[in-house]
């Protein structure tokens, strides 16, 4: 399979997707984790980080610098391919579809967000099943939890940014605490564990 493939689960295969939700102090801490990925990476990245809507963003500009690999705001309908990181545009939900077909919905806010970590989580979830992986990071609130027990429910991986070290610690602490993350890790040992769940799964 080509990085400009789509990627697709099937069941108990390989990882096909990453979806990564962070908050409050989410820049800096999505910058370090996308500068730990590889370029080439095999599978797409889909990311929430709650943004202001009331602004123009250039969050895809910002963190692009860091990263090894194209980061791009997701496109309603766009496929998503291996190798690129797609970020909720501000005031949008992601979702992702089967075979990896991105969603962008202006639905009514979940829990007083839009986009939320709890959709995204939730349809990579019924989209990869086993093959997914979610991962939360620093910020406030329960964003992301009811998302990632729904991945894990679909026999997914769940991780979670180390709560005792993250610089907001509600939204990991919260998924913590559900039972349902499978690699509780410090932010800089996030990207080098995603890389290698994805290459060891991969035929």
């Known amino acids: 399979m080509s990085d400009a ?9 390989p990882y096909g997707i990453v979806a990564i939700a962070a908050s409050a102090g989410g820049i800096t801490a999505l910058g370090r984790v996308f500068g730990g990925l590889p370029a080439g990476f095999p599978v797409p990245v889909v990311v929430v ?16 610098r860091r990263a090894k690999m194209p980061v791009v705001l997701a496109r309603d309908g766009e496929q998503a391919k291996g190798g690129t990181i797609y970020i909720a545009p501000p005031n949008r939900h992601l979702l992702v579809e089967a075979g990896g077909v991105l969603v962008l919905s202006s639905s009514e806010l979940v829990h007083f967000l839009r986009p939320s970590a709890d959709l995204l989580f939730e349809s990579v979830a019924g989209a990869y099943g086993p093959g997914a992986i979610a991962c939360v990071m620093t910020g406030t609130g329960r964003d992301g939890t009811m998302g990632a027990s729904a991945v894990k429910s679909r ?14 610690k509600g939204m990991p602490e919260a998924v913590v605490a559900a039972g349902v993350v ?5 932010l800089d040992e996030i990207a080098a ?9 991969r035929s």
């Open 155 to 168: 026999g997914g991986t769940v991780i979670a940014e180390d709560p005792a070290l993250a610089e907001f």
């Open 182 to 186: 499978d690699f509780i890790l410090p």
């Open 193 to 201: 564990v995603i890389s290698g769940l994805v290459e060891a799964n």
């Open 5 to 13: 493939e789509p990627t697709r689960a099937e069941p108990g295969g």
């Open 49 to 64: 980080q709650h943004l202001d809507p009331r602004h123009k963003t250039i969050i895809a500009e910002v963190l692009g």
